[in-house]
């Protein structure tokens, strides 16, 4: 575990690129950070000889901090709740692309990982990587059985950079929670655990291949979706196999139009892929972006990259229904409910207070095309209210809303005029009236009680009556113990005026990362 003059000095160097960038400006003004923040993002400011006007560049600077910033910068471009909404904004401009490893070092790896010679897997492979990001690169090749695949390969040393960076930001996260008020109620030591279980599952091959060999057994008999086979023999922790996709990537919108697809028809056909994903299935993949989805000659979606997929239990799917089918039809009451029986909002507040609140936010929306909509301001208005309810930040809920920014943006590109409630609303009803209409309902009781009655139903209920259940957050994972700095103090530890600093600057990089636009 690294000391806190280790931790102090990574933040430092970070601090100053991300000032160097601008990219700590809005921190200092931002009334809802901490004062010992604010002071630092403008001793950082100094330091850096830069001023507070020209271009926030936050991008930029996640990008020349390097992989782990990178990835970290991609998950805050959804929580502008944290980042504000002009970092959020700039972040999803944030692409995932490096300068490649040479092909030696990637022989190295593929060889020494199945301890066989590379011609022994494949026939042929091209040295010239067809993509290279932050924590791997994907080459195309030929098995020696003669299949056309792509070979993801990680890059050498990545999972030992991401372990230390990530140590720190658990470090600095502490410190900034422990400063309390709106840095405790955001809960960045939980969005930090929630950043590096998701990237510890990036950094494990065999678990991506999981995900896909999973999200296709859930996509089957979907029309028009593809989900590419995983080759398990030329498959392990640090290279993964899968079958190559021939298509024209969907941002490319004239080339499809040319090519002769109904891009208006791709478009619905990609929420709804994604409503069947997260709703019906559980199981999304939430890294849709527009570099991993192609089209097919044939006109078939077919999704690539599944290093990052989100999780729902049945429960939350039912409220996420119930809430999205509430705000297409405006039953706003009927959302609020949903938002207390899941205490995502606590109960001494008002539930028709916070439906008012909703209708104020949901009424301008509804029945108008995406082009009509500012995202930005649905989205400030989403998250004051967040903060008036005293909501705090359901981090098992961040990946899905990441990704319903990710298919409306692609979903608008295709078709500027969809309406993402009026396409949506049909399936959403359908799972409804499925799932918890009065067939459904009495299926539920049915196997409910047979449960409770093996499970010697008199003993049970009473403690689920003492012991009433918590609502839809899942219990959050453990997290690390850190030692904060005054607490050293306390212990008679020396050199806390050294660490003092670092609280500032643990703060000032963690919240310009967590409050300026990273942690998700």
Do not use: C
Not at 7 to 25: D, P, S, Y
Not at 27 to 51: H, Q, S
Not at 213 to 231: F, K, N, R, W
């Amino acid at each position: 575990m690294a000391r806190p003059s280790t931790h102090i000095w990574r933040l430092f160097t970070w601090g100053i690129t991300l000032a160097r960038h601008r990219a700590l400006v809005g921190i200092e003004r931002d009334p809802n950070a901490p004062p010992p923040v604010r002071r630092m993002a403008k001793l950082a400011r100094w330091v850096a000889f830069t001023g507070t006007t020209g271009e926030r560049d936050y991008a930029g600077a996640f990008r020349d901090i390097g992989p782990a910033a990178i990835k970290l910068g991609q998950t805050l471009a959804t929580r502008p709740d944290l980042v504000g909404e002009e970092p959020a904004r700039n972040l999803l401009t944030l692409q995932d692309d490096l300068p490649p490893v040479g092909f030696d070092k990637i022989r190295q790896v593929i060889e020494a990982s199945f301890e066989q010679p590379l011609e022994t897997l494949y026939s042929e492979f091209d040295p010239n990587p067809v993509g290279a990001a932050s924590i791997a690169q994907v080459h195309r090749a030929v098995t020696t059985d003669g299949r056309d695949v792509a070979v993801k390969v990680l890059r050498p040393g990545i999972r030992e950079k991401f372990a230390r960076d990530i140590e720190t930001y658990e470090w600095a996260a502490a410190h900034v929670e422990a400063m309390g008020g709106e840095a405790k109620r955001l809960r960045p030591r939980l969005t930090i655990a929630n950043f590096k279980r998701w990237t510890l599952r990036e950094l494990d091959l065999r678990r991506e291949a999981a995900s896909a060999s999973e999200l296709a057994e859930t996509m089957v008999g979907t029309a028009g979706y593809e989900i590419p086979g995983i080759d398990w023999d030329r498959t392990n922790g640090r290279v993964m196999t899968i079958d190559w996709i021939d298509g024209i990537k969907i941002s490319k919108v004239d080339e499809l139009k040319a090519a002769g697809h109904d891009t208006a028809e791709i478009a619905n056909r990609l929420v709804l892929a994604f409503l069947k994903q997260a709703i019906a299935g559980g199981f999304f993949h939430a890294d849709m972006h527009q570099g991993n989805l192609f089209v097919k000659p044939d006109g078939t979606i077919a999704a690539i990259d599944f290093g990052i997929m989100g999780r729902i239990d049945r429960r939350a799917r039912m409220w996420l229904a119930e809430i999205l089918y509430g705000l297409t039809t405006g039953n706003y009451r009927r959302v609020a409910e949903i938002h207390f029986e899941a205490k995502y909002v606590p109960s001494y507040h008002n539930v028709d207070e916070f439906a008012t609140a909703l209708r104020a936010v949901g009424e301008p929306m509804r029945g108008k095309p995406v082009s009509e909509l500012s995202v930005g301001q649905m989205l400030d208005g989403l998250f004051a209210i967040t903060r008036d309810f005293d909501m705090q930040t359901q981090p098992h809920l961040l990946l899905l809303q990441k990704t319903m920014v990710m298919v409306e943006g692609i979903a608008t590109q295709l078709n500027p005029k969809i309406n993402m409630w009026d396409v949506s609303a049909p399936y959403v009803r359908s799972w409804i009236r499925d799932e918890l209409g009065p067939e459904a309902a009495i299926a539920d009781r049915i196997r409910q009680d047979t449960e409770t009655l093996l499970r010697l139903p008199d003993l049970i209920r009473r403690i689920e009556e003492r012991y009433p259940a918590k609502g839809g957050a899942p219990e959050p994972p453990p997290l690390p113990d850190i030692e904060l700095m005054w607490e050293n103090r306390r212990s008679g530890g020396r050199g806390w005026l050294g660490y003092a600093m670092a609280a500032g600057l643990g703060g000032l990089a963690v919240w310009a990362a967590i409050a300026q636009g990273l942690i998700g």
